[in-house]
């Protein structure tokens, strides 16, 4: 597609409980890109794919905090046993292979957990 | 390491002022890119220009401008004529060179902007 979509737009769970969230990039992007917003002004970044292999993990949690980019599936960003730090709008995009190094954002995942 | 430092937490105008976003970074690339991003209240990221470091040219589009001043590591964003739905935060962004485009986005803070009538 023309636009990086992401699902669900809102996703709400309790303490303990798994998440997954969903992102499909741009058609012909070959790199996407993970953030977390947390308190509406600091963004970290999580992790990024070139095509299915992961290219930069080095802000991935390294408990609890899984993700993937298969072939001719959407990528997906997936926390186990959530917690109450984790609520925070997730934001995947994604870019072309190309110097520029744009990257186009979705319209993000806010995870609510209670 | 990278590091971007937008130290105007608010920013609050009257409608048609003039405004100044300032961004400074810091990084030990030499070839680098420097974004500046818009978040409505409505929470989607929204690009509104990339700069390379070799391109030290100013741009304006519209009524945005801005200043990109490799001496004093400095990006700035002036909106003039500033318009209620300018309201919004801005983030300066920066990312280093890799082989194609596979490089994170290191974000400032933001700055929000407030444009009252």
């Known amino acids: 597609g023309e636009e990086v979509a992401q699902t669900p737009k809102h996703l709400v769970r309790g303490e303990g409980q798994k998440a997954k969230l969903y992102c499909a990039p741009i058609?012909?992007?070959?790199?996407v890109f993970w953030y977390q917003q947390v308190l509406k002004n600091e963004f970290k970044f999580l992790i990024s794919?070139?095509?299915?292999?992961?290219?930069?993990e080095t802000g991935m949690p390294k408990e609890r905090f899984s993700a993937k980019c298969l072939p001719n599936s959407p990528c997906s960003l997936e926390i186990q046993a959530t917690k109450l730090e984790d609520s925070a709008v997730y934001f995947c995009?994604?870019?072309?292979?190309?110097?520029?190094?744009?990257?186009?954002f979705g319209p993000g995942t806010r995870l609510t957990v209670l | 390491a990278q590091k971007v430092t937008q130290a105007q937490t608010e920013i609050s105008v009257v409608e048609k002022e003039d405004v100044t976003l300032d961004c400074v970074y810091e990084?030990?690339?030499?070839?680098?890119?420097l974004f500046w991003y818009k978040q409505p209240p409505s929470g989607e990221l929204v690009f509104l220009i990339r700069r390379n470091s070799f391109d030290e040219q100013n741009e304006i589009s519209g009524r945005y401008s801005w200043n990109f001043q490799k001496s004093t590591s400095s990006f700035n964003f002036t909106i003039t004529a500033s318009q209620v739905v300018d309201s919004a935060v801005y983030f300066c962004a920066l990312s280093g060179r890799l082989t194609g485009g596979g490089n994170k986005l290191t974000f400032g803070t933001g700055t929000q902007l407030k444009v009252e009538l």
């Open positions: 995009a994604s870019s072309q292979f190309t110097r520029s190094n744009e990257q186009f």
């Open positions: 794919f070139q095509n299915e292999n992961v290219f930069d």
């Open positions: 990084t030990r690339d030499t070839t680098y890119y």
């Open positions: 058609k012909g992007h070959s790199y």
